[in-house]
Nanobody
């Protein structure tokens, strides 16, 4: 069972920045597609950004230009740099990963427990 562990969440003022990190809790095989999702209170989970094994990225519209997804292949780690944060970005942010890039279309196999991001106005 692959366990992903997120870190870097917290409380920040509007306009501020946070950097989230996610990595497996132990040594495992090389992960391919990785992504960040978020779920705000009373709303469905939504994709924030994804990245393939060759670094191809995709962003949801409202996050494009403010958020940047990146990864360290050797460390099986994915990052989410969030700038110009808004109160509406408040949510639990989840990391997701899979052995194959096709997961971006078919869905991810492994999920983290989530990290809370709260943006105050």
């Amino acid at each position: 069972q692959v366990q992903l562990v997120e870190s870097g969440g917290g409380l920040v003022q509007a306009g501020g920045s946070l950097r989230l990190s996610c990595a497996p809790s132990g040594s495992i095989f090389r992960l391919a597609a990785m992504a960040w999702y978020r779920q705000a209170p009373g709303k469905q989970r939504e994709l924030v950004a994804s990245i393939t094994s060759i670094g191809r990225t995709n962003y949801s519209g409202s996050m494009k230009g403010r958020f940047t997804i990146s990864r360290d292949i050797a460390k099986n780690t994915v990052y989410l740099q969030m700038n110009s944060l808004k109160p509406e970005d408040t949510a639990v942010y989840y990391c997701a990963a899979s052995r194959m890039d096709i997961a971006i279309i078919r869905g991810f196999d492994y999920w983290g427990q989530g990290t809370q991001v709260t943006v105050s106005s």
